[in-house]
């Protein structure tokens, strides 16, 4: 049952909602910011909508400003304070806003009712505010609204129609919300997130779709450009402008004008170039290499990136001024696999519909049904129990406990992409094998007489992740002096022989030096057996590039 | 109109207190019984009708600090303070409704059903008119408003 929190000074809205509307939940109404802040800090995950008053005739103390000084200080101070009052649920508004920026909030009040002009405007371009559509509150329409927006927020974010896994939490569904309502917009979208959280599938399935724009969408991977063919590519080329340029091309803003551009990894476009994607921001032109005149374009830019972009402003790798322009205060971080453990269960099972669907493991689950009697077009699910009864509709792949730990627990560096390139290959491996030893007819370790279920080996789960997961710290280890001495060492490909053995070189010094307490002498003992080497153990050193105050240092901490 | 002629301090601060009277009174006088079902207004006078004017006459406004006030307290206490003689017709009618509220009180209190069924009428046309003059009044002012 949704959950309504009313931010009132008295009983009225409360008294209302709860004699028209007895099909909600409404909360302890909360009397002043304070108490809206506290109730929001315990229950905000499970407030579905916020009532606010505008007129608060509440204590001095409690309105907010908290510091009024500087308001008191400008002309008749009690006219400031019933200002304050007339006004209060829209500072309370904003101080929402700040940490809830999509929650839903009706303001109790009619346009006309708010204090200035600018306030209702504001509101109204709000993505989650609503005013009142009436003078006078009736019920019925607030009813109406409360509804409306209630459907919205419980529509169900996910669905097999779209290629991207939204999930059933709301933070999810408050991302492609707030996704939705900026693809309409005409500015720029930053969308971040790590390699293989869906950046370039959003912007292609969702932002370009609902931006509701005729042309095309086009997507560039600045990291796959060399970077002397970057600008024709992106701003096209005129004939003669170079070497080789024997005839004119257009680039990509040309080819996206009316649509989308999708720049990915716009971290790796130099300089230079940001200076002429400023302008297309700025101005709508741009000017083909070689180009004297300067053509115009209409396109809605969404960029992607893996790396901070602030941080490469503040490098002086990216211009201030296109950062800003890109919108950076709406900019949107897709959420890696390993941060969406709460969909876990959900996700697997879109995945695996979606891996299912891939044509080579459909034809191998056709096989599979055929053999066996089952009707190929069946839905799809996957857990760790059975289903209770047999249904030759629909196939369940069955994962081990210990193989949905697995895959639960496992960090996914590659995201999605890996995860669902490791889902088909655990389908494909399964399938082939069901499917090629047919005549056996019933899996090993499948229910009994349970053709409808399709149990994933365990092992074929751990064959798959032991390659992809990341080496173990190494356990170095040095032994006694005069006993053996053994080391552990982490060596990566190097560029030369050289350089790897000066790698193992460098590491058993550092090591050495760490359990010889700085002490060179009897490092020189250990490894010469001659303690009055120190010093050519110091040279050693110092030739590898390894430094002994950075070691002290450490070693000191 | 009169208020064309108000100074434009005189006519912020006018266009406040009007605003101010169209939320507590405007919008709280008919808070619960302008959401009554048509049918509580007719026939024998029930409950619902007499809790919900109780709640909107009576305890028109209820602070969280002092006693609640009634329609016709809060109409004194914010009509006390407009600048006189009033030029706009909008409140002489507000002041001609809010007496007939006014007049219901002591049914209400009592909840004498046989006399609230005679006044009802009156009540919930006055309680209309006071919404309709004030929201009125509240335009005309935004509108005309430098």
Not at chain 1, 367 to 375: A, S
């Amino acid at each position: 049952m949704p959950s309504i929190l009313i931010i009132d000074d008295e009983d009225s809205y409360l008294e209302l909602c709860k004699r028209y509307m007895p099909e909600h939940t409404f909360v302890a109404p909360a009397r002043n910011y304070r108490e809206a802040a506290d109730i929001l800090r315990r229950q905000g995950d499970h407030i579905d909508l916020v009532l606010l008053d505008v007129h608060f005739d509440i204590p001095e103390v409690e309105l907010l400003p908290f510091d009024k000084a500087a308001l008191l200080a400008k002309g008749d101070a009690n006219k400031a304070i019933e200002r304050l009052r007339r006004s209060q649920g829209l500072h309370i508004l904003a101080a929402i806003r700040e940490r809830y920026p999509d929650l839903p909030v009706i303001v109790m009040t009619s346009r006309d009712d708010l204090p200035l002009e600018t306030d209702a405007e504001r509101l109204q371009a709000e993505d989650y505010t609503y005013l009142l559509a009436d003078d006078y509150l009736d019920a019925r329409s607030l009813k109406l609204q409360i509804d409306a927006i209630l459907a919205r927020r419980e529509r169900p974010a996910a669905t097999d129609d779209e290629p991207f896994f939204w999930g059933v939490t709301n933070g999810m569904a408050n991302l492609r919300r707030r996704l939705s309502i900026l693809a309409r917009g005409r500015l720029p979208i930053i969308i971040q997130g790590a390699t293989g959280t869906g950046k370039s599938l959003v912007a292609r399935e969702l932002i370009h779709p609902r931006s509701q724009r005729p042309g095309p969408f086009v997507a560039v991977d600045l990291s796959t450009l060399p970077t002397d063919l970057m600008a024709a590519h992106l701003f096209g080329v005129v004939k003669g402008a170079y070497t080789g340029a024997t005839s004119s091309r257009d680039g990509v803003l040309a080819r996206a004008h009316g649509g989308t551009l999708f720049l990915d990894e716009i971290g790796n476009l130099s300089l230079e170039l940001q200076k002429s994607l400023l302008l297309v921001l700025q101005e709508g032109v741009y000017r083909p290499v070689g180009a004297v005149k300067e053509n115009a374009t209409d396109i809605k830019i969404v960029v992607a990136t893996n790396e901070n972009l602030g941080a490469l402003v503040r490098a002086g790798r990216f211009r201030e001024d296109l950062y800003m322009r890109l919108n950076p205060a709406t900019a949107v971080t897709l959420p890696s696999l390993h941060e969406r453990r709460d969909d876990f269960e959900e996700l697997l099972a879109w995945f695996m519909r979606q891996v299912v669907a891939e044509a080579y493991n459909r034809d191998l689950l056709a096989q599979y049904c055929e053999q066996r009697g089952l009707v190929a077009t069946s839905p799809i699910s996957v857990g760790r129990g059975v289903p209770p009864r047999y249904d030759a509709r629909r196939i369940h792949f069955l994962l081990h406990p210990s193989s949905f730990k697995l895959l639960h627990d496992f960090e996914w560096p590659g995201n999605f992409r890996q995860f669902a390139m490791t889902l088909s290959n655990l389908v494909t491996f399964t399938l082939v094998e069901l499917v090629e030893r047919a005549e056996k007819i019933e899996p090993e370790g499948s229910s009994e007489g349970r053709p409808d279920v399709i149990p994933i080996p365990p092992k074929i789960v751990s064959d798959l992740l032991r390659p992809m997961t990341p080496p173990e710290a190494p356990d170095a280890q040095v032994m006694a002096i005069g006993g053996p001495r053994t080391l552990t060492l982490e060596i990566p490909a190097a560029e030369s022989l050289n350089a790897v053995s000066c790698a193992v070189e460098r590491q058993y010094l550092e090591l050495l030096y760490e359990r010889s307490a700085g002490d060179l002498g009897r490092m020189a003992e250990l490894l010469l057996g001659d303690e009055g080497g120190g010093r050519k153990v110091q040279l050693r050193m110092n030739q590898l590039g390894i430094k002994l105050r950075s070691l002290k240092r450490r070693a000191g901490e | 109109m009169a208020s064309e002629h108000r100074d434009s301090i005189d006519s912020v601060d006018f266009g406040r207190q009007i605003a101010a009277l169209k939320h507590d009174l405007g919008k709280y006088v008919a808070w619960m019984s302008a959401n009554l079902d048509a049918s509580c207004w007719q026939g024998p006078v029930r409950d619902e009708l007499i809790d919900a004017l109780g709640r909107d006459l009576l305890r028109t406004r209820t602070p969280a600090e002092g006693p609640p006030e009634s329609a016709w307290e809060l109409w004194d206490r914010l009509s006390a303070t407009l600048p006189r003689p009033w030029t706009d017709p909008e409140l002489h009618e507000v002041a001609a409704a809010v007496a007939v509220l006014r007049r219901a009180e002591p049914a209400l209190r009592a909840r004498d059903r046989e006399a609230l069924s005679g006044q009802r009428e009156a009540v919930r046309g006055a309680q209309q008119k006071i919404r309709g003059a004030l929201q009125q009044l509240h335009r005309r002012l935004l509108q005309s408003e430098p």
